[in-house]
């Protein structure tokens, strides 16, 4: 069977690529959109390495057909950064050192911007609640937290 | 290798039609347990039929006559319906358990009752709220109350060509509350060693009027179990009440042996959380 022709958009930009029907929405921005800043880690939706937003919904990339993001919103780690300007929370990534082999990463920045999104003042117990489908097996957790949380401090200073 | 298709049908009649023409199809809605079995090859679908470009199978409902649920609505859409929290406290308990957020922003509750899973969280909290299923197939459009919808682990009454369309729940009437409560050995993301659903309706002088109690992963399917409403009702829903409710669960309760918990455990468990779940939906129905 020929390959499908998905139009979507990707952060902010029309893309459009080929991919086979069981193609996962992962492999296409992986393989054919050259996004590889979103990772793979265990395929199953279970560790939170794959986060994407579709449609501003936090979604396992690898749970999602590439196929399903037809005339939809896609937004990966590659775009949050405002030009050479990194988004606050890849700022206090790297000032809080929250980040060792750095797999998890993306996937963690794009959860804790979906969260800050809706919850600009998170406390530590919501920020860990809602981090918890992503995992990290080099940093722990603390120095992820802290950088959420000043992140979130931060941005509601720069809000006022 | 086999060639799949993806179809993303607009109607419910086109699905129909695209289920009935194919036989190894098999329906997408958040993908959360499909996509993962497809992957380990425990599933062989010829088709992906992708029902969330249907109007009907996507979004809530809440009117008069109570609230529709379209299958393939996610998760964290449900727990962020705050009238829907506020009338089935004990239902969004049971949806915001499964999985982490990124599954609650796929995982559908629809998928969650045709997975089958005896552990289903929602399960239990459709129960206890007399939910029933709308049904599309080649012959039409049938409703089954929820309690029938699950015959056996990963198996359902759904027919050759049928899906999932809605859940319909009708609106709790007054002093009527619901509740939901499961043990796992961590804090967050695993699955159910036993649960336990309860709604409870109280007459004006507090005594129960009504009463439905639901366990579930302790069977082959989520058990109604008539015994321990009965214990609930007439009752004001004391700790006398409560205990008979929790051990009329535990003798309902057929569980198994697994890694997850022994089959004593589980019994006992099946009670506990029973009664808990009854305190909680009377103290929530007597505040309303």
């Not at chain 1, 998890?104 to 800050?116: D, N, Y």
């Not at chain 2, 992906?48 to 996610?74: C, N, W």
Request: aromatic share 4%; glycine share 10%; net charge positive.
């Amino acid at each position: 069977m020929a390959k499908l022709h998905v139009h979507t958009t990707v952060n902010g930009e029309a893309a459009e690529f080929l991919c086979e029907p069981h193609e996962t929405l992962l492999a296409a921005l992986r393989n054919e959109l050259g996004l590889t800043g979103t990772k793979e880690g265990c395929a199953t939706g279970d560790c939170g390495a794959c986060s994407i937003l579709l449609d501003g919904r936090l979604v396992p990339s690898c749970l999602v057909l590439a196929a399903e993001s037809q005339d939809r919103a896609v937004t990966t780690i590659e775009g949050l950064a405002l030009g050479d300007a990194l988004h606050p929370l890849q700022r206090k990534f790297l000032e809080h050192a929250a980040l060792q082999c750095g797999i998890c990463t993306p996937g963690f920045i794009v959860a804790a911007k979906a969260l800050l999104d809706r919850q600009p003042e998170p406390t530590e117990q919501e920020a860990r609640f809602w981090l918890a489908g992503n995992l990290c097996r080099c940093t722990g957790y603390d120095k992820i937290i802290r950088a959420v949380l000043d992140t979130a401090a931060e941005m509601r200073k720069t809000a006022v | 290798m086999q060639v799949i298709r993806y179809e993303a049908p607009r109607s419910v009649t086109d699905a129909v039609r695209l289920m009935q023409a194919d036989p190894g199809a098999r329906i997408l809605a958040g993908g959360t347990d499909l996509l993962v079995q497809f992957r380990a090859g425990l599933r062989r679908p010829t088709a992906f039929i992708d029902i969330k470009r249907i109007p009907e199978l996507v979004g809530i409902t809440l009117d008069d006559g109570g609230l529709r649920l379209g299958a393939a609505t996610a998760a964290a859409v449900i727990c962020e319906h705050a009238e829907v929290k506020r009338l089935w406290p004990g239902l969004v308990e049971a949806v915001r358990l499964i999985g982490s957020t990124q599954i609650q922003g796929r995982g559908t509750v629809g998928g969650n009752l045709c997975n089958a899973s005896p552990a289903a969280d929602t399960t239990c909290a459709l129960i206890v709220n007399r939910a029933t299923c709308a049904i599309a197939g080649p012959a039409g459009e049938r409703v089954l109350p929820v309690d029938e919808f699950c015959t056996g682990p990963g198996k359902t009454a759904l027919r050759a060509g049928e899906f999932l369309v809605a859940l319909h729940i009708p609106r709790p009437g007054p002093r009527t509350a619901d509740a939901y409560l499961r043990l796992i050995p961590r804090s967050e993301m695993d699955i159910a060693v036993v649960s336990a659903g309860v709604s409870v309706t109280l007459a004006p002088d507090g005594t129960c009027s009504a009463a439905r109690v639901a366990i579930g992963a302790v069977a082959p399917t989520a058990l109604l179990v008539a015994e321990a409403a009965g214990a609930l009702v007439g009752s004001r829903l004391d700790e006398t009440a409560l205990s008979r409710a929790g051990a009329a669960a535990s003798a309902a309760a057929k569980p198994i042996d697994d890694k997850r918990g022994t089959v004593a455990y589980r019994r006992t468990t099946a009670g506990v959380l029973t009664r808990r779940a009854a305190r909680t939906a009377a103290a929530r129905a007597r505040g309303h």
